[in-house]
């Protein structure tokens, strides 16, 4: 990136207290996002030892976060992991915060000894696209998505 900067950048694990900005984060992502439901699921994705979520802090306050799944599958023998979200807030795109964020959760995984690691994009988010090719990742293929109607009461 262009005008990656080298600033004092922290990455730590996301706590209960970060609800606030992460739901901005989603909606700067356009995933609009009310604090109470930030909240939940930040509640029940602490509970689940397979999620991992980090943020990226600079002059104290988060301007990014990754969040993680590790996951057993029907393909292969060892667990695979995969990058869930990853925001950066508007005023540091393009400043290295994501490539922190995804060498972090890189790093985490390893340590857990997942060695593959997928992620998904939309369609549209071609910057996304540039970006995580620009970090390694290859496009391997397609993402279908069907909702189903609620099942009745």
């Known amino acids: ?7 004092d950048l922290t990455i730590r694990l996301a706590e209960a207290a970060d609800a606030e900005t992460l739901a901005r984060l989603m909606g700067e992502l356009g995933y609009e996002t009310r604090v109470s439901e930030m909240q939940m699921r930040l509640e029940a994705i602490a509970q689940d030892p397979c ?3 980090f943020v990226a802090v600079k002059a104290g306050k988060i301007c990014g976060m ?7 599958s029907y393909e292969h ?3 695979g992991g995969r990058i869930l979200a990853l ?8 400043t290295g915060v994501g ?10 995984f390893a340590q857990r ?8 994009t939309h369609l549209r988010r071609k910057d996304a696209h540039a970006f995580y090719e620009s970090v390694g990742y290859e496009k391997t293929g397609y993402r279908y ?5 609620a099942a009745a009461d």
């Open 77 to 79: 023998n060892d667990p």
């Open 1 to 7: 990136m262009p005008n990656e900067q080298h600033v």
């Open 87 to 94: 925001i950066v807030s508007n005023s540091e795109r393009g």
């Open 66 to 72: 990754i969040g993680t799944f590790t996951h057993f």
């Open 145 to 149: 998505v069907k909702t189903l109607a």
């Open 51 to 53: 999620y991992r979520t």
């Open 99 to 108: 490539k922190k964020l995804v060498a972090a959760a890189e790093n985490d």
């Open 113 to 120: 000894n997942i060695r593959r690691i997928a992620v998904q």
